[in-house]
């Protein structure tokens, strides 16, 4: 576990930025740095949003479980799922309470501790790849089910998500969520075109 709380030069995303709708919030955490208390830290530059009862790719679509209690807990928390068997993905907990909504970080661009990324995935050839994908950048981050339900408002576990005044791309169209069978049609996908650090499909 890191030390408690992440240092990163701009402002904490407050509660107020991700008690909106997942689908406003999505592209508006392109370029935001989510942030390691060891100094780890990425840009964001690539997100899928989840929308409840409404979304039937959402994990959240046929109501509360066990696991995904947190996504209808309170907006600004992350919700961390194991998928495959064998990799944890992250997301921010979006919406109002209990609604059961979020964004899935899909890709961040590694802006430091990048030795310590390299470190936590040993395999990997070129820093673009460090990050590339929504399992890839929980391993190059050390987030794993013990982040599960943790606050980034708060910012004392580790973890945050900070505006340091880099703004989102403009006009950012949507397109087609990744690794889905249900809910294809709807174009809740946002990245930063031209990012090598973006996940291929």
Known sequence: MPARRPRWPGDILPRSF????ARVVGPELLNKVLACADGRAGRI???????????P???????RTKRNAVMFGPPGHMYVYF???????CNTVCGDDGEGSGVLIRALEPVA???HMRAARPKIRKDRELCSGPARLTQALGITGDQNGIDLVRARDG???????????????????IGIREGTD?????????NPNVSRP
């Open 18 to 21: 991700f008690h909106r709708d």
């Open 45 to 55: 530059v690539e997100v899928e949003a989840y929308v409840g009862a409404i979304d």
């Open 57 to 63: 790719a959402a994990h959240t679509f046929r109501g």
């Open 83 to 89: 998928t495959y068997g064998m990799h944890w993905c």
């Open 113 to 115: 501790g990048i030795d």
């Open 159 to 177: 973890y945050t998500v900070v505006d340091d005044g880099v703004p989102p791309p403009k006009g950012v169209p949507g397109s087609a969520r």
């Open 186 to 194: 709807l174009l809740w996908r946002w990245y930063v075109a031209g």
